[in-house]
């Protein structure tokens, strides 16, 4: 744990909040931030407000929990277009659209049908948000405190890639078995149609073996999107703050932080789908062969609408849970004072 702190102690985005610490502690807070005259803005929660340090386990844990309601209520209320898209991907000869597999479904299964899976859904996108988040959080200061100061601004980028690509694999390993179950309850006819009757199925037929088939092509479609994900979010929030708030962040009160949280979302969302045309050709090749190329990209439009919504919704949620929770929440990273005299110095030579 002291390995831990001295980490998040030694990294740019520890800075604004040296002196915040756990209730108990001995260190001195630092002042109230003054406000801004005449203007209404409630300023950030100062140290002494905060319900932990940054980069404690308590701070770790609460992230966990944050990342949990994130994911674990959005993927949850798009459950009916998750089951669809699924559907299209699976027999795209009788669900040949989005609205046509909506008409499909309820047809055949009235409208609690395009509940199926909402158990493991829950459950399976909560745990993986649990690690998601949480390990981030890890990774990131882990990482900056091995880069130290100066290359961690630098490789920020990178930073953000790695953090979320390390978060990402313990993450899918969290959500496979309850993929594995989502996954047939909404695709095989005759299948169970709860949690509770489908996993001792997959247990009897195939072992523990069942719940992990999938991993690695859950890894090779969930690494690479994380680290764009999360990559695009803070450096969105970061050129946001630079160029269209016209106040330092720790200036505007937490509703407008939640703003620019959902926009960062939204925009970061937007790169992801532009990213994803882009590289339709890099999918695994034995899935190549098998579906064709045509074939990969069934659902797509869904997939789409799945990843706008469900990326600026879940770091609205997670910001939110933050904030809720009096959790520290640094600004984005500066220039550090060395590393900006180094670059003045080599401007003058």
């Known amino acids: 744990m002291k390995g831990f702190l001295e980490l998040a102690k030694s990294n740019p985005f520890f800075s604004p909040f040296q002196s915040a610490k756990c209730s108990g502690s001995e260190q001195p807070a630092l002042p109230k931030p003054t406000l801004v005259p005449s203007r209404n803005i409630a300023a950030a929660a100062t140290p002494e407000g905060y319900s932990c340090e940054y980069g404690s386990l308590k701070y770790y844990g609460l992230c966990a929990v944050g990342g949990a309601l994130s994911c674990g209520v959005t993927h949850t209320a798009v459950v009916p277009l998750d089951l669809v898209k699924c559907r299209i991907q699976v027999d795209p000869a009788k669900y040949k659209s989005i609205f046509n597999g909506f008409k499909v479904t309820i047809a055949e299964d009235g409208m609690r049908g395009l509940a199926k899976g909402w158990a493991p859904t829950f459950i399976g996108y909560s745990m993986q948000g649990m690690c998601k988040f949480g390990f981030y959080e890890v990774f990131k200061i882990v990482y900056s405190g091995l880069l130290g100061e100066e290359n961690t601004y630098l490789w920020r980028t990178s930073l953000y890639l790695a953090a979320s690509a390390s ?51 859950l890894w090779m479609r969930q690494i690479p999107y994380t680290m764009m994900k999360f990559a695009c979010f803070e450096r969105t929030v970061e050129l946001i703050y630079q160029h269209v708030v016209p106040k330092p962040r720790d200036q505007c009160s937490k509703s407008e932080q939640l703003v620019v949280t959902f926009a960062a979302g939204y925009i970061a969302a937007d790169t992801v789908v532009s990213k994803l045309n882009q590289d339709r050709g890099s999918g695994a090749v034995d899935v190549v062969k098998k579906l064709g190329f045509a074939g990969l990209w069934k659902g797509l439009t869904a997939r789409i609408i799945m990843i706008g919504t469900l990326t600026a919704a879940q770091w609205f949620i997670y910001d939110a849970v933050k904030v809720a929770l009096a959790l520290p929440r640094p600004p984005p990273p500066g220039m550090p004072e060395s590393l900006r005299k180094k670059l003045e110095a080599a401007q003058s030579s």
């Not at 047939?184 to 489908?198: E, H, K, S, V, W």
């Open 167 to 217: 978060a990402e694999f313990f993450a899918d390993i969290a959500l496979s078995p309850m993929e594995a179950v989502k996954v047939r309850i909404q695709t095989m006819p005759g299948f169970a149609n709860t949690l509770r009757a489908g996993a001792p199925i997959i247990y009897q037929q195939e072992g523990l073996n069942g719940f992990y088939k999938s991993l690695v092509p």
